[in-house]
């Protein structure tokens, strides 16, 4: 029989729980400019009047500057989704978690339109290790067409949960 504590009001087993947040957009409609060849740009879309801090504990979240900040350090598991469209035709939109800058390859996705103004979905994710507190996660995301897009945001999700 395995013994599950509430600490906090959080349902807790050992000392790795209860640390876990994230962000959420809900019919976004703010266009985000990304030019072709370009790093990756970090995803705006959180900071507007739809974006959201969800449930969280022991992180910060902050929907102005589009990340959170980790400062336990320890195993996650990361999972983003979002929605897209964009006013380009055959686009493919690559997505990946980054960690103080550096992309975490695990994290990642592409996905492509077919037309202009189709609406995209899009996932990824995975376990992610975190070494040091202060650790700022976002997302970026970057495509291979020869034109500036605009690539609108609908629907985001940017969470984490410590596992170990």
Not at 3 to 30: E, H, I, R
Not at 96 to 103: C, D, L, W
Not at 119 to 131: K, R, Y
Request: proline share 4%; aromatic share 8%.
């Amino acid at each position: 029989m395995s013994t599950v504590t509430l600490l906090n009001n959080d349902a807790t087993q050992g000392s790795t729980a209860g640390v876990y947040g994230g962000l959420y957009l809900y019919q976004g409609n703010t266009p985000q400019t990304i030019v072709p060849g370009a790093s990756p740009v970090q995803f705006t879309c959180w900071n507007s009047a739809n974006g959201a801090v969800s449930q969280y504990n022991n992180i910060v979240p902050s929907k102005i500057n589009n990340n959170l900040i980790l400062n336990t350090p320890g195993n996650y598991q990361l999972n983003w989704s979002l929605s897209f469209y964009t006013n380009l035709n055959t686009i493919h939109l690559e997505v990946y978690a980054f960690a103080n800058g550096s992309a975490l390859k695990n994290t990642g996705a592409k996905q492509m339109n077919s037309t202009s103004n189709q609406i995209v979905n899009m996932s990824g994710g995975g376990p992610i290790n975190v070494n040091s507190s202060n650790t700022v996660i976002d997302l970026r995301g970057f495509h291979d067409n020869v034109s500036s897009a605009n690539i609108t945001i609908t629907n985001a999700t940017l969470n984490v949960t410590r596992i170990g």
